[in-house]
């Protein structure tokens, strides 16, 4: 059985940084494309980052494009995403997913698994 569990949310202040961390078990995440997705109260869930088939390709919104870095731990089998110079708009429930898919990183639906969410709340 699958489970994601994303964990390193928090309250912080603007200008300040989190690092939230996704752990997988039943999946290896080198054989997935892995994405961090954000939702906000009212709002669609936005996409902010993937990374592909063992760090190969990564990618970016551009909002967060610049601030923020994803990464993957290969021995601990963890996607991380490092968040810099955040801002009040940064506040969401952020979630991580994982799929097998060519084209598409920004489609939730090409994700198979997704974790339960972690809250990202930003002060100004």
């Known amino acids: 059985q699958v489970q994601l569990v994303e964990s390193g949310g928090g309250l912080v202040q603007a200008g300040g940084s989190l690092r939230l961390s996704c752990a997988a078990s039943g999946l290896t995440f080198s054989n997935y494309a892995v994405g961090w997705f954000r939702q906000a109260p009212g709002e669609e869930r936005e996409f902010v980052a993937a990374i592909k088939w063992g760090s190969a390709s990564l990618v970016y919104a551009d909002s967060v494009k610049g601030r923020f870095t994803i990464s993957l731990d290969k021995a601990k089998n963890m996607v991380a995403l490092q968040m810099n110079s955040l801002e009040p708009e940064d506040t969401a429930v952020y979630y991580c997913?994982?799929?097998?898919?060519?084209?598409?990183?920004?489609?939730?639906?090409?994700?198979?698994?997704w974790g339960q969410g972690t809250q990202v709340t930003v002060s100004s």
């Open positions: 997913a994982a799929g097998v898919f060519v084209t598409g990183w920004e489609t939730p639906a090409k994700y198979n698994y």
